[in-house]
């Protein structure tokens, strides 16, 4: 039986490309297509595909936070995200959602189909291009186990919430304290830290055990 998938991008001259990529593969069958976040999650939970390629960046809601919403609730679904950004803070948080694969739009055709096949036998897969990047950033000194500066139990809980993907607003929901607090906790716990950037905090936690990669 052919893997069942939904295919999310706001460009469609994109969506038409992997799509025929996939189709002729002879393996996907490209169930349903869609030009947003919010379009992918209503698909996936009318159509309950076996694979979803998600664009991160899209108008309105990203693909980070459809991510995040249908994770939970879709467990069999393969997600693959598809990016022109080699960030390590996205990917970081891609995988940290739940996500089977990232995936640069700038790979090579053959490495698409690579994927796919990776990611439906319960791999991980990641472009050759950013996975240096990511091992380096893990490895590199700063926020290592030795350095282990004393955190409040709160600050503690705003980290491990900032580190797998939540808002500002959806930390301040989670533990009751506004935005404002949130803000001033996460400023706090950089200072402490010695690290100024969201990718460095995730890092960190990833270091700490206080969340799984």
């Known amino acids: 039986m052919n893997i069942r998938a939904v295919l999310a991008d706001d460009h469609q001259l994109v969506r ?24 992918a999650i209503s698909l996936v939970r009318e159509l ?49 959602q739940g996500a089977a694969g990232y995936l640069l739009k700038d790979s090579a055709p053959e490495e698409l189909l690579l994927a796919v096949t990776a990611v439906m036998r319960g791999d991980i897969w ?3 291009a950013i996975s240096k990047l990511v ?7 700063g926020g290592s186990l030795e350095r282990n500066p004393a955190l409040t139990s709160r600050q503690q809980q705003v980290l491990k919430l900032i580190a797998s993907g939540k808002s500002t607003r959806a930390i301040g929901s989670e533990l ?27 890092r960190y936690a990833i270091r700490q055990g206080m969340v799984p990669l």
């Open 16 to 39: 038409a490309g992997v799509a025929a990529l996939l189709r002729e593969s002879g393996k996907v069958d490209v169930v349903g297509e869609a030009a947003n976040a919010e379009e």
């Open 135 to 141: 091992v380096n950033g893990l490895l590199a000194p």
């Open 126 to 128: 990641l472009s050759a």
């Open 176 to 202: 009751h304290l506004s935005v404002k607090t949130v803000e001033t906790h996460r400023a706090q716990i950089m200072d402490k830290l010695d690290i100024h950037d969201l990718a460095g905090l995730v």
């Open 48 to 96: 309950k595909p076996d694979l979803l390629l998600l664009d991160i960046a899209m108008p309105g809601m990203s693909g980070l936070e459809a991510l995040a919403l249908l994770n939970p609730e879709q467990p069999g679904l393969r997600v693959i995200l598809l990016s022109m950004f080699a960030s390590e803070e996205y990917v970081l948080r891609a995988f940290l």
